[in-house]
């Protein structure tokens, strides 16, 4: 069964330092979303992406967090500079287009941040 | 910020018995979604109803949606140890906004 691939799985950082996850979604989800989801919280949409255009950023903490979907396929998620707060699990997510409201989740990145 | 409410936030029961988990949220909504999260993993989707939906069955899932309360309730019947998990309910309007969550306990 196809599933949305994310790597790293864990990451620890110092405050401060650039860090960068990476997404591959199910082949032909042309929808692909980065999640941030605060332990003992839902998860909060940072960006929405169809094919290789952002369609939804509103959430995103532009001062210090970039999205690129350079080739509509995978995706890269940077923040840099890191700061403490942003210690968090990082969930990307792929829909079809004649299935929006279905999103499937990839296992996430754990960030921690020192 | 969080759209969906979810009571109770922490459920503890017994192999065998049933679950109850509600949802409530503030503005209208396209559908509304159950989501499945094991602990440190992604989420997954259980089952989606619509605003013109009333109940919804996928096995042992029984999903009721009652829009003029704006409230949902998700019901696992014969929980098993394996249904241990958070479960989120989402709202879908122009993005999905997750709840904050109810975490399942179901001891063997």
């Known amino acids: 069964e196809a599933e949305v691939a994310q790597s790293p799985r864990y990451k620890i950082t110092e405050k401060s330092q650039a860090v960068a996850f990476w997404c591959d979604p199910i082949?032909?989800?042309?929808?692909l979303y980065w999640y941030r989801q605060i332990l003992g919280q839902g998860p909060e949409l940072l960006v929405q992406f169809q094919d290789e255009s952002v369609v939804d950023d509103s959430q995103l903490p532009k001062d210090r967090f970039s999205a690129e979907r350079l080739k509509g396929v995978d995706s890269t998620l940077k923040i840099q500079p890191a700061e403490l707060g942003d210690s968090a699990m990082y969930l990307c997510?792929?829909?079809?287009?004649?299935?929006?409201?279905?999103?499937?989740f990839g296992p996430g990145t754990r960030l921690t941040v020192l | 910020s969080q759209q969906g409410e979810e009571d109770p936030q922490a459920l503890s029961i017994q192999e065998g018995e049933n679950a109850t988990m509600n949802c409530s949220y503030k503005?209208?909504?396209?559908?509304l979604q159950w989501y499945r999260q094991n602990s440190g993993r992604g989420l997954v989707h259980l089952i989606l109803?619509?605003?013109?939906?009333r109940e919804k069955h996928s096995g042992r899932l029984r999903v009721t949606l009652d829009t003029s309360k704006k409230s949902s309730s998700l019901l696992i019947t014969a929980s098993r140890a394996a249904d241990t998990a958070s479960y989120f309910c989402?709202?879908?309007?122009?993005?999905?906004?997750f709840g904050e969550g109810t975490q399942l306990t179901v001891n063997p």
């Open positions: 109803i619509r605003s013109n939906e």
């Open positions: 503005t209208s909504i396209n559908n």
């Open positions: 997510a792929s829909s079809l287009d004649r299935e929006p409201d279905t999103q499937y």
């Open positions: 082949s032909g989800h042309a929808t």
């Open positions: 989402a709202r879908s309007g122009s993005r999905l906004t």
